[in-house]
């Protein structure tokens, strides 16, 4: 009987704080709501960070990363902290930097948000590769990158923009 009285306590106790814990429709929509506003302005700085946890390749499939990779824009400057593996085009001699780099922009351009989602194109010169960036950025902060190169297979990766 003891047992039994403590067994429906505790699922009493854990009902009353999954109760607390819940959003109403109206919080969970402001709550929404001021996360876009956050993320447009971000965006609109030209300062942000998005940080990579996936990385999809074409032919190896998608891997779950576990270090800190992150791709960083600085008002007119490109940070690529980025892996890669795939096919190489043309081979690189020496240090090969990959991903790695920074460089200033030779073009960027921003859709502005249409459809809950915003889209950023990017050409960098990274002294291995011409390579084009498309982000694609929801209202919420999940973010892709697909990375085009000249010299190398393209690839894609998938993360959030970083607080």
Not at 107 to 134: A, H, M, N
Request: some cysteine; glycine content about 6%.
């Amino acid at each position: 009987m003891k047992r039994k009285y403590i067994l429906i306590m505790s699922l009493v106790i854990s009902m009353m704080i999954m109760s607390c814990s819940t959003l109403t429709k109206a919080e969970r929509e402001a709550k929404e709501a001021e996360k876009a506003a956050w993320v447009k302005k971000t965006l609109d700085s030209k300062h942000f960070k998005i940080d990579v946890d996936i990385m999809n390749t074409r032919r190896m499939g998608s891997k779950l990363l576990t270090t800190d990779w992150s791709l960083e824009v600085k008002g007119d400057t490109l940070i690529s902290y980025l892996p890669y593996f795939g096919v190489t085009y043309e081979p690189t001699f020496g240090e090969i930097k990959g991903l790695n780099f920074t460089a200033p922009f030779q073009t960027y351009e921003d859709s502005g948000f249409s459809k809950g989602q915003r889209i950023i194109r990017f050409r960098v010169d990274s002294e291995e590769d011409l390579l084009d960036y498309t982000l694609n950025i929801t209202e919420a902060g999940y973010a892709s990158i697909d990375v085009i190169s000249r010299k190398r297979e393209g690839i894609t990766f998938s993360g959030q923009l970083s607080e």
